[in-house]
């Protein structure tokens, strides 16, 4: 079976976008692959965060794993933080990159360019970081959102790196985006992407957010003045992400939607979205609650680390050395 790895940071509440893009692609791929997935918490401190609502937010976000369908008996999951050998070959991978490949990163570049401050230098080598976090466990596959892309090129770069200056140590993985939701986009501004590190919460939906508000965040969605339904991403671009949503979460096809549901008006559309959705989180959502009152969390993050550092220390001895840091055998 070939290996698959992925992870999420959940730096806040998990959102639909983050669900779309990648999470519940995770719950389909791990019966066809051996899956690792992981929560992505020293990525989450690149940023500042509360220790108390990041706490919150780390359960949270593997009681959502659970409650979306990830099954700890087909897949393994666990805390990054709970396999040190993430860390240490995420240092590792920063001496085998350059400057200019970090320059090139978009997502930084971003956050750059808007003028934003009080910059870490975590955020800055976190692409090194995410590349350690999949070399480590050869995974072949990396399912992640559009944004995700180009760090996932970046490993690939890093790892033939590595197998050239070192000889053969590292599989080369490949990104594999999901056909339609790669990337969603804010509900009440399309030319953003659905985020929830963008402090705006009109615009974002929160996997356990209230149903109700559910509901009025895609009623209020923006749309345009054209009156039709279309499907033309320039020209209506919000009506465009409600049918990607839609798509996405019926496995229907936009062509098709667009098909059943043509002649009808903007509101009578984005109510059958609405409960489309709303019918999705209301089923995450129970299972949530069942799962944070049922204890379950911590021995299934312990089972999951344990097979986790066994494929990764081992990983780790390799690149150790390999490169000749490591000069004696470890009791
Ligand atoms: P932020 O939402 O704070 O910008 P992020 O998307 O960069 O965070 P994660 O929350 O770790 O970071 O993302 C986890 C996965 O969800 C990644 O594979 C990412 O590509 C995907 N994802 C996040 N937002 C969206 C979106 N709006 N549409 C599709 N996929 C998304
Ligand atoms: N960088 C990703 C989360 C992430 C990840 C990974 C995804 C960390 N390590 C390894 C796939 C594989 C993010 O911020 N969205």
Request: hydrophobic fraction near 35%; include cysteine.
């Amino acid at each position: 079976m070939e290996r698959m790895l992925s992870a999420i940071k959940p730096t806040g509440q998990l959102t639909l976008g983050n669900y779309i893009g990648a999470l519940r692609n995770f719950v389909r791929y791990q019966d066809d692959y051996e899956l690792y997935v992981f929560i992505a918490n020293l990525h989450c401190i690149t940023v500042y965060q509360k220790p108390e609502e990041l706490k919150k937010n780390l359960k949270d976000a593997v009681a959502l794993y659970l409650a979306a369908g990830l099954d700890p008996k087909k897949c393994t999951l666990f805390l990054q933080t709970d396999v040190r050998a993430h860390a240490e070959l995420g240092y590792i991978m920063a001496c085998n990159t350059y400057l200019g490949e970090l320059n090139r990163m978009t997502q930084f570049k971003d956050k750059q360019q808007k003028g934003e401050t009080g910059l870490s230098a975590g955020l800055y080598t976190y692409p090194c970081l995410m590349a350690a976090d999949i070399l480590l466990y050869d995974a072949n596959y990396v399912p992640v959102g559009e944004d995700q892309k180009q760090h996932v090129e970046l490993t690939r770069d890093l790892a033939e790196r590595f197998n050239n200056r070192y000889g053969e140590t590292f599989v080369v993985p490949s990104p594999l985006t999901p056909k339609v939701g790669k990337r969603i986009m804010s509900l009440n501004d399309p030319s953003k992407k659905m985020s929830k590190s963008e402090n705006n919460d009109k615009g974002c939906i929160y996997l356990l957010d209230d149903l109700n508000v559910v509901q009025k965040k895609v009623m209020s969605a923006v749309t345009d003045s054209y009156g039709e339904l279309n499907l033309d991403k320039e020209k209506q671009p919000g009506l465009y992400n409600l049918f990607e949503i839609y798509a996405a979460l019926s496995d229907t096809s936009k062509e098709e939607l667009l098909k059943k549901h043509q002649g009808q008006g903007y509101g009578e559309f984005k109510k059958t979205v609405s409960e489309c959705v709303v019918s999705e989180l209301s089923k995450i959502q129970e299972r949530y609650k069942e799962i944070i009152a049922s204890n379950q969390i911590e021995d299934i993050l312990n089972e999951g680390a344990l097979k986790a550092q066994r494929i990764a220390e081992r990983k780790l001895e390799k690149v150790e050395r390999k490169i000749g840091i490591n000069i004696h055998k470890r009791r």
